[in-house]
């Protein structure tokens, strides 16, 4: 079965400034999704980023860019420019490749606090 | 487009009683789900449905119900409420698996079950 780890519960950052939040995942898949979700205090999950396992670059939205390790099952997602709305949980997810019915296999969460 | 909309926000339920989650998307999405989200933890798959008139069970889906007669409805029900049952329940949607259709999340329906 494929699990999700989120080793840091909590984690804060100054404004403007670089944070890294960890993840790591465990499975005997070859190709997978991997999936960077925030949740501000409003509770709607938005995507942030995403990465196909088959892609070896590693995915960059804006501020927002990944550390795709394959061989070691580590995704980070690293924030730069920290601002204020950044403030959420961010939860990474694993989906198995189409035919999996869309199920993500969710961490249990970083919550990040961007101070000013 | 209002995307994935969930009703009620919030509920509060005695142990025992039932509730319909309603749950509608304007997307013309294939594909539905329903999630629950335990106090410190990530969301868990309690049903889904790739189209209407099919579903199927997910990761935790004892204590529930779901129908979906039209594409765009996809309701959660709870016949016997148990304490165990409180959570934040979000629903989402997506035109078809893969990480090039990502699910859109409804805004949670926060249930208390006393």
């Known amino acids: 079965a494929q699990t999700v780890t989120q080793s840091q519960p909590e984690m804060s950052v100054q404004e403007a400034e670089t944070v890294t939040l960890s993840c790591t995942y465990d499975?005997?898949?070859?190709?997978?999704?991997l999936f960077w979700y925030k949740q501000p205090p409003s509770r709607q999950m938005i995507l942030v980023i995403r990465?196909?396992?088959?892609?070896?670059q590693n995915a960059t939205e804006n501020r927002f860019s990944v550390n795709f390790q394959k061989a070691a099952k580590s995704f980070s997602l690293k924030i730069s420019d920290s601002q204020l709305g950044d403030t959420a949980m961010y939860f990474c997810?694993?989906?198995?490749?189409?035919?999996?019915?869309?199920?993500?296999?969710f961490g249990k969460g970083t919550k990040l606090s961007v101070k000013p | 487009n209002a995307g994935v909309t969930q009703t009620p926000k919030f509920r509060i339920l005695k142990i025992g009683q039932s509730m319909t989650l309603q749950c509608t998307q304007d997307?013309?999405?294939?594909?539905m789900y329903w999630y629950r989200q335990d106090p410190g933890m990530g969301l868990k798959l309690i049903y889904y449905?790739?189209?209407?008139?099919?579903?199927d069970k997910g990761e935790v889906p004892n204590g529930y119900n779901v129908s979906r007669s039209t594409t765009e409805d996809f309701p959660l029900r709870l016949e016997l409420a148990a304490p165990s049952q409180t959570s934040v329940y979000f629903c989402?949607?997506?035109?078809?698996?893969?990480?090039?259709?990502?699910?859109?999340f409804g805004n949670g329906t926060r249930l208390t079950v006393t």
């Open positions: 990465q196909e396992a088959y892609k070896q």
């Open positions: 997307m013309n999405h294939n594909y």
């Open positions: 499975t005997s898949e070859s190709n997978y999704y």
């Open positions: 997810a694993f989906m198995k490749p189409r035919g999996s019915q869309g199920n993500l296999i």
């Open positions: 989402a949607s997506s035109y078809r698996t893969g990480a090039d259709s990502p699910l859109h």
């Open positions: 449905s790739v189209g209407a008139g099919i579903t």
